[in-house]
């Protein structure tokens, strides 16, 4: 390879990883000082984006304003993306993070900056639609567009050796190195440092010494955002365009960032940072730019699950230590159900059977939808088995249900090339059910296998990555998948006497399916695996010790949830016929994940209510309120009302009903003898103090001037410094 061009690739990789590096700067000093994962950093950085680009179009700043003001009005972006971010990241502390404080419960946070994300992404579009204004006569297609931002940055060519370095190359790397050196400097040169260090190294320590752990918390987590924020508005200026959508991506890429160097190495996060903007480099152009996204996912888990620590980090700022119990999840709950569970799962039966004549009856013709909402029951039991009983939070379940609706899709599809190879016997809508089943399970126990070398907050990340890879591997494989088209003529199952194509077969087919996996998960709960799963989620340790094997568990439980979510993307695929990326995204995780939320500690009883409540909902309430709104602005006058549509704004309903199902946890976790996190932090001088000062059971009760023994005096440790 030509050394000109290793260089110019290198020059484009250090201009993208800056914006990288500083994401995941922030990202990684949140995790230094609270100890927590925050899966909403992405979407503080994607809303910043379009914060800043609005703004930049508000200003009339363009590229014929003089280079003066240009400069200028960069500079006041970026101190407002950073004012932006730290606000937001702020709110995220407050929100998701604060109520979990002294509550043995870490992925309770997770999922509540989870909740916080899709709020926050909601929140972005809205902002994006108000600023957008579409051209004339323009296609805008699915997703939604970019919002241009004018070119503050001349791009002049400096053509240093040989190699393109524009001036906008050199003024974003010379400001994110301002900004790197800056933060540098407000943790080792300020008293606001000082306190951030003193929390990440001992929080009741600090407490004791009159330093407030939670203003330490809120002060990183707001430092974070401004980084975040920071690099977003150079993001904005340099490629010139923002989007409501880049939140989930950037945030995992920060996250491999931060574990590459190492996660609460504040260097490392930067070196991380320039490291994946020159590997992206390199990949785009060696092998394609569709996958490199791809690549750095696949690094992440990589990472995760073999290095944890990173290649420049230390055993000090392991996530999870390894001789530390295992964390309970916060959604898991007992495999046990109310008294009158049963009485309420026979009731739903009676009405699931009756539904298709009633439903005639009434006049609602709505089959179509109740067979999908048994679909979203299916997925939410099958979650349940893998959150619930195994303790395993998985944030990449619809990757499964994309898995088998795409192995029925390519078995029965009239487009499929498989298909055309096969016999007709084989070709079977009923044959593909349980092998869909049994493919997802099979990669079920294929992403196990790094899964189950993490823990806490670092399995679900390695979930949520899986959960990315698939639908990209689906687009980027169009000769056998169809692509971003997707794949036609699934033929739905058929049973009983109604005409082929017929809803009310594929209904009675997910019935009968929910009720099979509904027993034996009952089954299952009951049974010894059951007890080893249960002894796995309370404490892994613990279980190994009285000869349960915590790995073979667990695969176990993500290969049984998988073949759930396996057969129920066939039944999808046959339902509509048609299967393509676009309808396994996150959302769909996150809906099972809300109605196993939802479901709490009701075992499987609790998964399916809280799977039929989101998928009444999904597809009848938000339909009854779409029209109750519009009905409310003609007797006003109002278009906006008129035109209302609450399916636009699902990323909001379900972040909410997510939060809200997550925060009572924090309640009901922490025992009413244990104080919360004020009291506990308040409490510590006291305690100290007695334990020093404590006459001896050998001295009489009237010294109470006795000098404490130096045996009591804990030994002084040198400050360490902030990595």
Not at 75 to 82: K, Q, R, T
């Amino acid at each position: 390879m030509d050394p000109r061009l290793i260089l110019q690739l290198g020059v484009f990789g250090l201009t993208d990883g800056a914006v990288v590096a500083l994401n995941a700067a922030g990202f990684t000093l949140a995790y230094a000082v609270s100890r927590q994962i925050n899966l909403a950093h992405g979407s503080v950085f994607a809303l910043t984006t379009v914060i800043v680009a609005s703004l930049a179009s508000a200003m009339g700043v363009n590229a014929e304003s003089p280079l003066a003001n240009r400069i200028l009005a960069l500079l006041l972006l970026c101190l407002v993306g950073a004012l932006a971010g730290a606000l937001l990241n702020a709110g995220v502390e407050r929100i998701a993070f604060r109520p979990f404080r002294g509550v043995r419960d870490p992925l309770g946070p997770l999922i509540g900056s989870v909740a916080l994300s899709f709020i926050l992404l909601q929140v972005a579009i809205w902002w994006h639609a108000a600023y957008y204004i579409a051209p004339p006569n323009v296609h805008q297609g699915v997703g939604v567009p970019l919002l241009s931002m004018p070119d503050l940055i001349p791009s002049i060519d400096l053509g240093i050796g040989g190699v393109s370095v524009t001036l906008k190359d050199v003024i974003v790397l010379v400001i994110s190195a301002a900004a790197a050196l800056g933060g540098s400097a407000l943790l080792t040169r300020t008293r606001v440092g000082r306190l951030l260090r003193a929390v990440q190294q001992d929080p009741e320590m600090t407490s004791l010494c009159g330093g407030d752990p939670g203003l330490g918390q809120l002060l990183a987590f707001a430092a974070a955002g401004a980084l975040a924020g920071f690099g977003a508005a150079i993001f904005a200026a340099y490629f010139g365009a923002a989007n409501a959508q880049f939140g989930l991506r950037s945030g995992l890429s920060a996250m491999t960032a931060a574990v590459l160097g190492g996660v609460g190495n504040l260097g490392g996060a930067l070196a991380g940072g320039m490291l994946i903007g020159v590997f992206s480099s390199f990949s785009d152009y060696l092998l394609d730019a569709a996958w490199t996204p791809l690549l750095v996912l696949a690094l992440l888990i990589l990472l995760l699950a073999f290095r944890p620590n990173g290649l420049l980090g230390s055993s000090q700022f392991v996530a999870i230590p390894e001789s530390a119990p295992n964390t309970r999840s916060s959604v898991s709950f007992a495999p046990r159900a109310p008294g009158n569970a049963r009485w309420i799962m026979a009731a739903l039966l009676v009405f699931g059977l009756a539904f298709p004549w009633l439903d005639q009856l009434a006049g609602w013709y709505r089959v179509s939808a109740a067979a999908n909402s048994i679909l979203l029951v299916i997925l939410a039991v099958g979650l349940s088995i893998v959150v619930g009983f195994a303790g395993l939070l998985d944030l990449g379940y619809a990757a499964f249900f994309a898995i088998g609706g795409y192995t029925a899709a390519m078995l029965t599809g009239s487009g499929s090339q498989l298909a055309l190879l096969l016999p007709d016997a084989l070709r079977s809508p009923w044959l593909a059910l349980p092998v869909a089943g049994v493919v997802a399970a099979g990669f079920g126990l294929i992403f196990g296998v790094p899964t189950i070398r993490t823990r806490g907050e670092y399995l679900a990340i390695v979930t949520l990555a899986f959960g990315e890879i698939v639908p990209g591997v689906i687009v980027h494989l169009p000769d056998w998948t169809g692509g971003n088209r997707g794949m036609s003529g699934v033929p739905i199952v058929q049973v009983g006497p109604w005409p082929p194509g017929s809803a009310i077969g594929a209904y009675f087919v997910a019935l009968l399916l929910l009720v099979l996996i509904t027993l034996s998960a009952g089954r299952l709960a009951a049974s010894r695996i059951g007890r080893s799963w249960a002894a796995v989620r309370e404490d892994d340790t613990a279980a190994a010790s009285v000869g349960v094997n915590p790995p073979l568990a667990k695969l176990l439980a993500f290969a049984i949830g998988a073949g759930c979510a396996g057969m129920a993307g066939s039944l999808f695929a046959g339902l509509f016929g048609h299967v393509e990326p676009d309808q396994f995204d996150f959302t769909i995780s996150l809906m099972a994940l809300a109605a196993v939320v939802i479901g709490g500690r009701w075992g499987i009883a609790g998964a399916v209510l809280g799977g039929l409540t989101v998928a009444a909902y999904q597809y009848v309430l938000v339909d009854w309120l779409s029209g109750a709104v519009r009905s409310v602005g003609s007797v006003l006058g109002q278009p906006a009302l008129m035109a209302a549509d609450l399916r636009m704004h699902n990323f909001a309903v379900f972040g909410v009903a997510l939060l809200l199902a997550t925060l009572p946890r924090a309640r009901s976790i922490r025992s009413p003898d244990t104080p919360s996190a004020p009291a506990r932090f308040a409490a510590a001088p006291v305690r100290r103090l007695r334990a020093r000062y404590a006459p001896s059971p050998a001295r009489s009760r009237g010294s109470p001037h006795s000098a404490p023994s130096a045996r009591s005096a804990p030994p002084a440790a040198p400050p360490r410094p902030f990595d």
